[in-house]
Structure formats: C-alpha cells, structure tokens
C-alpha cells in the first residue's frame, strides 16, 4: 500500500513509498485512511529535526492527524464497517509510568511512550492501518471529512481542561481570553473559548484575509501587531505561537489569578532579556499560573468531538484552506501564504 514516509533525521528524505499491510499485532480494526491534516510537527520531521522509525525499520510513515473509515471490526467492538474514526496519536509506555497506566498517557513521566506518525510507529498517512478499539474515536457522521479536525481540537480541548482545573483552585469566574496565533490551534482555542461564552481575543500579525474573517465569524474579536496595544487584560491566555518575547508579554499582562497555557514551541537558541525579578514578584503577588500542554487522551479526543459536533460546520470548512490528492502529495507540505489547514486527501 502506498504511504508518505521519511528517513526521520534525513532533511527532504520524504517520499511517496509501498509499505507492507499493517500487521495484525496492531489490533483488529481495520480503517481506510480518508484524509490527513497537515501542520508544522510534520514539516519539522520532514526537515530532519526530530521523528524516530519504528524499530528495525529505517522509515517512518507521517500523518498523526488522521480521519478514517472503519473497513472491518470486530462484533462488540464498539465499532461497524462505514464509521467514520480518528485514531490517538499517543500509546503508553509499556512500564507503564503511574500516568500511563491511568489512561493519562499525555502525562508520561518516563518519556517511554510511542506516537504515531511521529515516534517509533508507522501514522496514518498510508492507505490502511489495523488498530485496537481503546485508541480510536468515533466522529460525528454529519461532520463528514471535518472530522479530519478532530486531532488538533484535541489538544486545545486539553488545554482548556487543565485551564479549567487550575484556575478552580479558588472562586474563579474567568470573562477574558486572550489567545496569541490564528493558526488551526489558535482559531481551534478560540472556538472552545466562545463555546463557553467568554470575551475572546485573538491576537496574529496579519492585517487582513481570512483570519480576522474566521475570528469575527466566531464573535470574537481580531488583534494585530503588538499585544501591549491591544488593551486587553486577560483571565485566560492560550500561547499558541511559540514565540518567546510574546509568551513574557501575556505572563505580564494577566488579571490577578491568571492562567496560561503554552501550546506553541519555542525553537532553541534565542535569548532574551528580561527582568527575571520583576516577573517573579508579578507572579507570585497576583497568583498567576503559567503551564505547558501537549498531546491529549482519550477523554480529551471525546471532548473535542463534542466541540466539533456544536460547531458551525461552515465555519469549520474554512480551516481547510486547501485538499491535496495523495498523487500531488509533496503539495501538501509545501506551505503557502494563505494557507490554514492543508489536508492531504489519501481517498474518496
């Protein structure tokens, strides 16, 4: 079957190659890949930084944001022929570490976990895959090939799950968001944020296009340029860019008993000065929290089809800025200015 793979640590090492048929110790589900969702961990394996082959092998198949339809499944499986499934990215370490072994498999301790398409399994960016019913999520059927969505709302859906249980430490009762970056997670943040009507602002250096349009669509309201003069004097922040300098600048705009999670990663090798004391005494006089959120569990793939199910499926549409047949694949990971979401279409 064909595949998009890559030699992981080899720069532009991708290419469209034949795999074997997923092998039966993978589980008894068997799923046709439908489409994949593009982002920057990909085009970062794709670069040679990072990725691990699974073991024996020297290449690894991409795609950890999936969107599938069930071909076989097991009686009581939980699952028939026809549904339309997202498989989890992450699997335990087989230890397992306290958290792996409670289904918290996004909190490993021991680093000995696999991801698909991503650490020392094959993903999904290949034709078929086997898998076992725990680590694959049904969609909505009314979402149709949105669906492919599923993966990234998972990580914001954690995100704001880890918000919510930090900031119920105390009397909380939270009115402004702000979220840095209009990417997929960032416009993905937004939306669960509106979802639980609250004051949402996002902030993305463009001026105008589609972002600002996708933002005002959801009621919330667009900045651009720098944060210090947005005005905005957040509860909540979603860092979704990475950016360092930005990430100092929302720690030191927050409400009192301010909370912010960090999704986006930073790139190494960038130094900034900052008042280091200043920014103690800031956070520990108005109880700020500052955390970091990556990956998610089953519960969070669960919340994020509910999202997904609630949401405008128009205004999901306009995420998916472009669709790449499997036979035009190296388009799909060359980005283009205009692009949000890129899928990569592996079938009909």
């Known amino acids: 079957m064909r595949a998009v793979t890559v030699v992981p640590l080899k720069a532009n ?7 074997p048929e ?19 961990t990909d085009e970062e394996i794709i670069a040679g930084e990072y990725g691990w082959a699974p073991p024996g092998e020297e ?14 499944a097991p009686a009581r499986s939980g699952f028939s022929p026809g549904d339309l499934v ?8 087989p230890v397992p570490c306290a ?33 076992t019913p725990d680590f694959l999520v049904k969609v909505d059927p009314s979402l149709g090939d949105l669906g492919v969505l599923l993966e990234p709302t998972t990580v914001v859906a954690k995100a704001w799950d880890h918000i919510e249980r930090i900031g119920n430490r105390a009397m909380w009762q939270p009115r402004v968001v702000l979220v840095t970056g209009a990417g997929p997670i960032g416009l993905l943040a937004a939306l669960l944020g509106r979802q639980k009507d609250l004051d949402v602002h996002v902030l993305d250096q463009v001026s105008s296009g589609i972002k600002p349009e996708l933002v005002a669509a959801l009621g919330a309201t667009y900045h651009h340029g720098q944060l210090a003069s947005s005005g905005v004097t957040p509860d909540i922040v979603l860092e979704c860019t990475g950016v360092g300098q930005l990430v100092f600048d929302a720690m030191d705009m927050m409400a009192p008993n301010g909370v912010l999670c960090l999704t986006g990663v930073s790139s190494k090798g960038r130094s900034l000065g900052i008042d280091a004391g200043e920014l103690n005494r800031h956070m520990v006089l108005e109880n700020d929290v500052v955390f970091g959120s990556v990956n998610a569990n089953r519960a969070h793939y669960q919340a994020g089809a509910q999202a997904l199910a609630k949401a405008d499926p128009a ?34």
Do not use: F
């Open 13 to 19: 090492s991708a290419e469209l190659t034949e795999l």
């Open 22 to 40: 997923p092998p039966e110790e993978d589980g008894p589900v068997i799923v046709k890949t439908r489409a994949i969702g593009v982002c920057g």
């Open 59 to 72: 290449r690894l198949a991409l795609g950890h944001e999936s969107l599938g339809e069930v071909l076989e």
């Open 86 to 93: 997202v498989g989890i990215v992450r699997r335990p370490d």
């Open 99 to 131: 958290n792996c072994a409670a289904g918290q498999w996004d909190m490993c301790r021991n680093g000995e976990y696999t991801e698909w398409g991503i650490k020392a399994h094959h993903g999904y960016a290949r034709e078929r895959y086997r898998i």
């Open 315 to 348: 205004w999901l549409g306009r995420l998916i800025s472009r669709r790449v047949p499997l036979s035009s694949w190296q388009e799909a990971y060359q980005r283009q200015p205009d692009d949000v979401k890129v899928v990569l279409q592996v079938s009909e």
